[in-house]
Nanobody, 115 residues
Framework: QVQLVESGGGLVQPGGSLRLSCSASGFTFSNSRMSWYRQALGKGRDLVAT?????????YYDDPVRGRFTISRDNAKNIMYLQMNNLSPEDTAVYYC???????WGQGTQVTVSS
């Protein structure tokens, strides 16, 4: 059974940092393109960043997060990460991980940026 479990969300002040984790099981994690999406209240779900199964393919970042967020993966632990720095209120959303090879979503983790 495929499972994706996000963690690491919470409340942070503007300018702060958080690291999200996505723990995967039930499929061959190392072979899957993995992504982070986010959905703000009342808006659609947007792609944030993607990391590929091949090291030769550089990660993708959406423009609003490029230079502030870093996506990474640990294939030995079946975990994907999203390091988020210099957070702003506009980053407030539920963050979801997505596994392309099995077309599966996690349940999401809330990130709130507020003073």
């Amino acid at each position: 059974q495929v499972q994706l479990v996000e963690s690491g969300g919470g409340l942070v002040q503007p300018g702060g940092s958080l690291r999200l984790s996505c723990s995967a099981s039930g499929f061959t994690f190392s072979n899957s393109r993995m992504s982070w999406y986010r959905q703000a209240l009342g808006k659609g779900r947007d792609l944030v960043a993607t990391i590929y199964s091949e090291d030769t393919h550089p990660p993708y970042y959406d423009d609003p997060v490029r230079g502030r967020f870093t996506i990474s993966r640990d294939n030995a632990k079946n975990i994907m990460y999203l390091q988020m720095n210099n957070l702003s209120p506009e980053d407030t959303a539920v963050y979801y991980c997505y596994a392309a090879s099995v077309r599966s979503w996690g349940q999401g983790t809330q990130v709130t940026v507020s003073s």
